[in-house]
């Protein structure tokens, strides 16, 4: 009780003094796994709009898959976006393995599937209510696939914060591509396995609870934001 | 007149999911004035305002708009329970502009405009999710209008709306018979048919059985259908 009392002191007075080492990791944490949220709303929203909207063959099928994808475990992807990156893979000519751009790829391809799932749903939804309606002022299917997402906009920050809280928690994927390389590529989760494994648990406990604060705080001003949005428009 | 008219259903037939409910329906529509479509519960009227925008095919029979390959842009339609998306009055009563190619900055103009002659202007910026029943109403008329429609599909659009709320929408729906857009329209307010009707269309069990200028459609109903539906006595009402 003593060593976690005195590391949870020490991980303390690290936060208070913005420790160099805390401060460099948890910037690119919100990096990678902004860009990668950034990235994953700009395709998983239309994608999944486009297949609540859209009529086509396989239609089922593909929002099934889609679904599923949504459990796909973070080392499996790390294993392939691993593959696709390194030098013999398709991609291997971009030289980003083990670097923060190998990171994103592989949170977006996490986050992708997860995002696109809640957009099919609440569009899906919205569809529903609308469709005769657009179809009547003669909406083609992409203007009524933007009319829905704007529409939907408040609903889908659920799809946004589901991505960020996969993103930012992801450990087995970054590691994979991202090698963990001190200064480099070493980010929240993976430095608070890297510490924990060492026994210096006040960088792990510090580096946790910026973890905690951040996705804490962006939840409440997503859910302040949605109080306001229901009162403001109905 | 325009391309759209004469407005032809030909044996129009809708049988979905093996449920007749439309049975062969033939009618001609001019493109001036206010017809209204009277008739019972399941006669099929909500039915054939769908098929006339295009948004139902009949399973048998054709409808033909005039010289037209379609409804297209020229024909709009105002539900029972219009849709209003989370947004303001303004954006709701400007948003069927934005499938017409207008700017942002025209759709605003117009859509203040448009708010004015419907009573609106006042409310522009609040969230349309917030308006009355009637209001709603209003707005979804103004939305139509907006576009400049040769046809108006109205479908019931003072159903449980107070009197004052069917006396403004009234007055709008007459506004835009006078501004050159024909109006077909439900009702189950026989007042409001004699109000505003030019003609009458009587709808029972899937097939027309009286097309008649309005005061002759209630002095001296020729089906006895439409006899029956005037008094009061729905035969085919079995099921209370």
Request: charged share 20%; hydrophobic share 50%; glycine share 10%.
């Amino acid at each position: 009780m003593g060593g976690l009392g005195a590391a949870l002191l020490e991980a303390l007075d690290r936060l208070l003094r913005l420790d160099a080492q805390v401060v460099e990791i948890v910037a690119l944490s919100l990096r990678v796994s902004l860009t990668a949220v950034l990235l994953g709303t700009l395709l998983g929203l239309p994608l999944g709009a486009c297949l609540a909207v859209g009529r086509f063959p396989g239609k089922q099928a593909a929002a099934v898959m889609m679904t599923a994808m949504m459990g796909l475990p973070s080392v499996v992807v790390g294993v392939v976006v691993y593959l696709a990156l390194s030098r013999s893979g398709p991609l291997g000519a971009l030289g980003l393995l083990y670097s923060p751009g190998a990171m994103v790829v592989a949170q977006v391809v996490l986050v992708l599937p997860l995002m696109a799932a809640i957009s099919r749903q609440v569009v899906e939804d919205a569809w529903r209510e609308y469709a005769e309606e657009l179809q009547a002022m003669r909406f083609s299917w992409w203007a009524s696939v933007l009319t829905l997402l704007h529409d939907c906009r408040h609903s889908l920050l659920v799809a946004v914060l589901a991505g960020l809280g996969r993103a930012m928690s992801e450990v087995g994927a970054v590691m994979i591509v991202g090698g963990n390389i001190d200064h480099a590529t070493r980010v929240m989760t993976t430095a608070i396995a890297l510490e924990t494994s060492k026994g210096d648990l006040p960088l792990a406990l510090a580096l946790g609870a910026v973890l905690l604060t951040v996705i804490l705080v962006i939840n409440g001003l997503a859910y302040a934001l949605r109080v306001w949005a229901r009162g403001r428009f109905g | 007149m325009s391309g759209l008219f004469p407005l032809a259903c030909k044996a129009v037939g809708f049988r979905p999911n093996g449920q007749e409910v439309l049975r062969g329906v033939d009618l001609v529509l001019g493109g001036e004035g206010i017809t209204v479509v009277l008739g019972p519960n399941g006669a099929g009227k909500s039915v054939l305002l769908r098929m006339l925008c295009g948004l139902l095919e009949p399973t048998s029979g054709s409808v033909q708009w005039g010289s037209a390959a379609g409804p297209g842009r020229e024909v709009a339609m105002v539900f029972q329970h219009p849709m209003m998306l989370r947004d303001t009055v303004l954006a709701n009563v400007a948003l069927a502009l934005k499938a017409h190619a207008v700017s942002g900055r025209e759709r605003r103009t117009r859509g203040r405009a448009m708010l004015a002659r419907i009573g609106l202007e006042d409310r522009a910026e609040q969230s349309a999710r917030l308006l009355s029943g009637g209001e709603r109403q209003r707005l979804a008329l103004g939305r139509a209008w907006l576009t400049r429609p040769r046809l108006l599909l109205l479908d019931e659009p003072t159903a449980s709306l107070d009197p004052s709320g069917v006396e403004a929408v009234e007055r709008i729906i007459r506004e835009i018979r006078t501004d050159g857009t024909k109006v077909v329209m439900t009702t189950h307010n026989l007042g409001q048919a004699t109000r505003l009707a030019d003609d009458v269309v009587f709808l029972a069990e899937g097939l027309v059985r009286e097309h008649a200028p309005v005061q002759r459609f209630f002095a001296r109903p020729v089906s006895p259908e439409a006899r029956l539906f005037i008094k009061g006595e729905l035969p085919w009402h079995v099921g209370f």
